[in-house]
């Protein structure tokens, strides 16, 4: 069984795609071992539950960030994962987690990278929108040291029209998000190269 571990702080978008994914049966031989969150009181948590996710909070408050970085590293480890899976994820991976885990980690970014790195959620839509772009999309890629620097594993575009708002983007771009994350890591628990869904 291949396992992955999903790491989110906000309302579970992504992991719900994950879980629909696999209660119609498009993740076979993929186990969601568990959700890991920064935040006790999240939309993410909720959906694991609801589905029957083992709901890991981690609060870094009380810890520096190398220690709260070291329980997410160790969590990671009980459950063996052999991808980490990162979706509305809002703190920065440090070493204990980047480099044991190296390869082996996948964020998706709501814009068309390198473009629009390093914003989060409406900020990167309304930028898009304030740069007078054509298009915009999602990006899946794999996390490093470097913010949004990873190596680009899928790209899928939308047009940006006429009357977009930030929030229409998104939606536009979550639309993608729900349909392709899952897909790459099913194409990559077969051990085939998810580059071939570029085309």
């Not at 396992?3 to 993929?30: H, M, P, W």
């Not at 996710?53 to 220690?67: A, G, H, M, N």
């Not at 979706?87 to 629009?116: C, E, Q, T, W």
């Not at 999602?138 to 040291?145: P, S």
Request: net charge negative; glycine share 10%.
């Amino acid at each position: 069984m291949y396992k992955i571990a999903i790491l989110s702080s906000t309302n579970g978008t992504n992991l719900q795609s994950f879980i629909d994914a696999r209660d119609c049966g498009e993740l076979e031989g993929i186990e969601i071992s568990c959700l890991i969150t920064d935040r006790a009181m999240c939309g993410a948590g909720e959906k694991a539950r609801a589905a029957g996710i083992k709901v890991y909070f981690l609060d870094p408050k009380p810890v520096s960030r190398e220690t709260y970085d070291q329980s997410v590293a160790d969590t990671l480890t009980y459950f063996d994962v052999d991808l980490v899976v990162l979706g509305g994820y809002m703190k920065i991976l440090g070493a204990p987690v980047v480099d044991k885990y190296r390869g082996k980690i996948l964020n998706v970014h709501p814009s068309l990278l390198p473009k629009f790195a390093g914003g989060m959620n409406l900020d990167v839509h309304q930028a898009v929108l304030d740069a007078g772009e054509t298009e915009s999309g999602m990006t899946i890629h794999q996390v490093t040291e470097v913010l949004d620097g990873g190596e680009i594993i899928l790209q899928k575009k939308v047009a940006v029209e006429a009357g977009d708002t930030a929030e229409s983007l998104k939606d536009k771009v979550q639309t993608l998000e729900k349909e392709w994350y899952p897909k790459v890591v099913k194409i990559l628990a077969d051990g085939k190269d998810p580059k071939e869904l570029m085309t």
